[in-house]
């Protein structure tokens, strides 16, 4: 159930489309079938070793925002569109790099080109 809800469910993989597309990752994006853990490990073998930082933070990120808004839909009857949650994911990777998070640093500075 978790693979489903952060990884391969039509809503994550949207998310993760979006992300991932604007960074020109988008062929990383995740299959209907997807587990999440073996497209985590089978994704990042694909980039260069200075990037896998930056992946390992953007997928840290988005799963854990997905995570927020299943829990919100569940426990508050309220949601996002893949295209809010993907604006949060991008505006919190924004935060946490003013914040000293530099890994993340690609996805903020493609998203503005």
Do not use: Y
Request: aromatic share 8%; charged share 20%; with cysteine.
């Amino acid at each position: 159930m978790t693979d489903h809800l952060l990884c391969s469910c039509v809503f994550a993989r949207e998310v993760w489309h979006r992300l991932l597309h604007v960074v020109g990752w988008q062929s990383l994006t995740p299959d209907h079938n997807a587990m999440l853990g073996d497209w985590w490990q089978l994704a990042r073998i694909g980039l260069p070793g200075e990037l896998r930082r930056a992946f390992d933070s953007a997928v840290l990120l988005a799963t854990w925002n997905l995570w927020k808004e299943r829990n919100h839909r569940t426990f508050d009857g309220v949601s996002k569109t893949p295209l809010q949650l993907f604006h949060l994911i991008v505006d919190e990777a924004d935060a946490r790099i003013t914040a000293g998070l530099t890994s993340l640093v690609l996805l903020v500075a493609a998203r503005a080109s």
